[in-house]
């Protein structure tokens, strides 16, 4: 556990070195989460120095229907609210907290909405995230990203009927040789040696000086949607799916917490 929280920890000084080189920051304050994800969603290193240096994000050449967006809001809503049923009925003190982290220590349990939705119990401390995927697709990066917090993750995959609980601390080797592996992926970065790489993911790169950045001209952006078919198909799994999954959730939550209690 100690080899761990010290690669974590020695991990994130160097993203917040990074950040400072390149004045990666927003209102004044290091962007250190956006780092992490350049890290883990590139393999190209010169792209990540790029990036950091241009304060951008890339942009492809696809529009995404909004659809996607606010079906994962729509189900994250109402896996909360079932969770905040399940709360009540178990006699936990409830209330929805946005940025107001001095209340937290003030209730049992405290429900910050973002991604992952947060649950914090008994003093402040960080009890359970919840995840939700209300499409088929699961970006890794992101899940590596969060496997770095050592609290339980709940991951809800509404599409396809499963909710799973991530308890970090039993990955060990693996956030171990995460960590590692970043942490020279950063240091390469920070000495100049960063790999530069050649691939699919250079179509959507705005690195324009680099020898294989692609011919753009004429480039037309592609809105990414589904046939009715498939929408038909989809929507029947989201709304069969959604109220097992959100009560399955709000079950794994109350174990949590009532485990945490009895400690």
């Known amino acids: 556990m100690q080899e761990s929280k010290s690669a974590y920890e020695e991990l994130m000084t160097k993203i917040k070195e990074l950040a400072l080189r390149y004045n990666y920051t927003v209102a004044g304050k290091l962007r250190t989460g956006s780092v992490l994800k350049l890290l883990t969603s590139n393999v190209c290193e010169e792209r990540i120095r790029h990036d950091l240096e241009a304060k951008e994000e890339a942009d492809g050449d696809e529009v995404f229907d909004s659809i996607y967006a606010e079906r994962s809001n729509f189900a994250t809503n109402l896996i909360i609210d079932t969770l905040k049923s399940a709360l009540v009925k178990e006699g936990f003190i409830v209330r929805i907290a946005t940025e107001q982290r001095s209340d937290v220590g ?26 939700v995927k209300a499409s088929f697709g699961l970006p890794f990066e992101q899940l590596q990203r969060y496997l770095l917090d050592p609290s339980p993750l709940i991951l809800v995959r509404v599409l396809s009927g499963q ?27 920070l000495s ?22 692609p011919a753009k001209r004429g480039a037309e952006r592609r809105l990414v949607t589904m046939s009715e078919e ?5 929507m029947g799994l989201f709304f069969n799916n959604l109220p097992r999954v959100a009560q399955r959730s709000a079950e794994l939550v109350i174990e949590e917490l009532k485990e945490k209690r009895e400690r």
């Open 163 to 189: 909710v799973i609980k991530f308890n970090p601390p039993s990955l060990q080797s693996f956030l171990d040789f995460s960590s590692r592996t970043l942490l020279e992926k950063v240091e390469r970065i």
């Open 106 to 131: 003030r209730y049992d349990i405290v429900i910050r909405m973002g991604n992952p939705c947060e649950v914090y119990a008994y003093g402040g401390a960080k009890s359970v995230r919840i995840e």
């Open 230 to 234: 498939d929408l038909a198909w989809e």
């Open 192 to 213: 100049g040696k960063g790999y530069l790489i050649q691939g699919p993911h250079c179509y959507r790169c705005t690195h324009n000086a680099c020898p294989f950045f």
